[in-house]
Nanobody
Framework: QVRLVESEGGLVQAGGSLRLSCAVSGRSVNTYTVAWFRQAPGKEREFVSCMRRFGGGSYYADSVKGRFTISRESAKNTVTLQMNSLTPEDTAVYYC???????????????????WGQGTQVTVSS
């Protein structure tokens, strides 16, 4: 059974950095497309970033491009999201998600991912 567990988020000042991890159990992380989504209060869930399986590349929402970096640590079976230059607009609950065969045009859609973590709160103060 696949299980995704996000690391604890936290509170950080604007301009600061935070690193989130998603530990995948049940199968090698290399065999999944793994994504990060976030949901701010009163807003819809939005795509943040993903790393496609089998070395298929990484992708970012325009709002985080150049500030966030997604990476895979195969030895630890985890995917991490390094978040730099954080702003209050990045405040949200962040979710890790994983899926199998996801075509490129569908990577930003939450419905493409079968497995989800429980979410972790990230708060950026101004």
């Amino acid at each position: 059974q696949v299980r995704l567990v996000e690391s604890e988020g936290g509170l950080v000042q604007a301009g600061g950095s935070l690193r989130l991890s998603c530990a995948v159990s049940g199968r090698s992380v290399n065999t999944y497309t793994v994504a990060w989504f976030r949901q701010a209060p009163g807003k819809e869930r939005e795509f943040v970033s993903c790393m496609r399986r089998f070395g298929g590349g990484s992708y970012y929402a325009d709002s985080v491009k150049g500030r966030f970096t997604i990476s895979r640590e195969s030895a630890k079976n985890t995917v991490t999201l390094q978040m730099n230059s954080l702003t209050p607009e990045d405040t949200a609950v962040y979710y890790c998600a994983a899926g199998d065969s996801i075509i490129l045009s569908s990577i930003a859609g939450g419905q493409s991912y079968a497995y989800w973590g429980q979410g972790t709160q990230v708060t950026v103060s101004s």
